[in-house]
């Protein structure tokens, strides 16, 4: 794990002049803001990424590309392939959007999208995403700590979790109309992972709003659990004293548990979680070593002190 975080690296540091940041550039340019991202993404959310800062929290590993990122999802909502999600999700619209708070909370209401946004600080944070499959790659998020607007609604002392909702329209998530998985999607935390600083919601990557497969236009990062706590395109979050129910759990329970941390030393009953196939290394590459907690033990590990992580997976 040494080495693993720098935080006093800038993300400008790893990567000197990406594509990315020209293609920012070129849209903030432009007039006609919306065109940039619109061209290649019809359906994107009109959120307002404004100014954002570097996050401390970064990886210093090198983001996988925009195209790497954008076309290898995981998005059941639109398919069970790969390639599905960037062939099928600017079907969905994103604008408007509102999410719903309720439950154990103090201001509970349903919030439009842009109010969010405009009252949160946004970070870019490159994180590792690792998927239960056994790959991973590298994404540039920009996005807030979900601490931020769990303050904001203020849970009450009782509250213990966190659940939450994807959005469900199979007019326009095509795979809604079949019942390979019991829609909505719904996931959970604990409200301390919750709180977290490493737990953000995303609103973008690469500089854009967040492209219509990667969940736009609201999505949650958790990055030391694998990608499927990870849940898209958020309609609602509601704060609970009971564990929530979870999308993946309930279909496999031996095979994807509540926590879902990432751990090398459990395997999940069909392949081992110790290694990683790094998306966009090729074909020949070695596969990389997993890290416990992803790599970002140092900020979670004391989150499950005294639990038996074999049982509790
Ligand atoms: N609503 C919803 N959220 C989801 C999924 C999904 O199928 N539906 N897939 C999860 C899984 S398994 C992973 S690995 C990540 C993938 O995120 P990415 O496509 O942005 O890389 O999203 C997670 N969030
Ligand atoms: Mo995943």
């Given at each position: 794990m040494p080495g693993a975080f720098k935080p006093d690296l800038k993300y400008s540091d790893v990567t000197p002049h990406s594509a990315w940041l020209n293609r920012r550039q070129i849209m903030a340019g432009a007039a006609g803001l919306v065109l940039g991202s619109q061209l290649a993404f019809p359906a994107s959310a009109a959120v307002n990424l404004g100014g954002y800062s570097q996050s401390?929290?970064?990886?210093d590993e090198e983001p996988n590309s925009f195209e790497d990122v954008t076309s290898y999802n995981n998005f059941y909502e639109f398919g069970s392939g790969k390639s599905d999600p960037s062939k099928y999700a600017s079907a969905l619209t994103t604008d408007p959007w509102s999410v719903e708070i309720d439950g154990m909370c103090r201001n509970p209401g349903t919030y439009n999208l842009e109010e969010i946004v405009e009252q949160m600080p946004l970070e870019e944070r490159i994180y590792r995403l690792r998927c239960v499959e056994a790959w991973s790659m590298v994404v540039p998020w920009i996005g807030f700590e979900l601490a931020a607007l769990l303050n904001w609604v203020e849970p009450l002392p009782g509250a213990k979790y966190v659940a939450f909702e994807t959005l469900h329209r199979p007019d326009e998530m095509r795979a809604q109309r079949t019942g390979y998985l019991d829609w909505p999607y719904i996931e959970g935390l604990r409200l301390d992972e919750a709180m977290n600083p490493l737990t953000i919601m995303a609103v973008g990557l690469y500089g854009e709003v967040l492209p219509n497969q990667n969940g736009a236009p609201i999505r949650l990062v958790v990055p030391w659990k694998y990608g499927f706590k990870s849940i898209k395109s958020i309609v609602k979050i509601s704060l609970t004293d009971t564990e929530p129910r979870t999308t993946w759990n309930e279909i496999a329970p031996h095979e994807y548990g509540f926590y879902a941390n990432v751990n090398p030393e459990v395997s999940h009953p069909r392949w081992s979680q110790a290694s990683e196939r790094v998306i966009g290394a090729g074909l020949f590459a070695a596969r990389k070593p997993t890290l416990m907690f992803n790599g970002y033990g140092e900020y979670v590990a004391q989150l499950y002190d005294g639990m038996d992580l074999t049982v509790l997976y």
């Open positions: 401390i929290y970064s990886t």
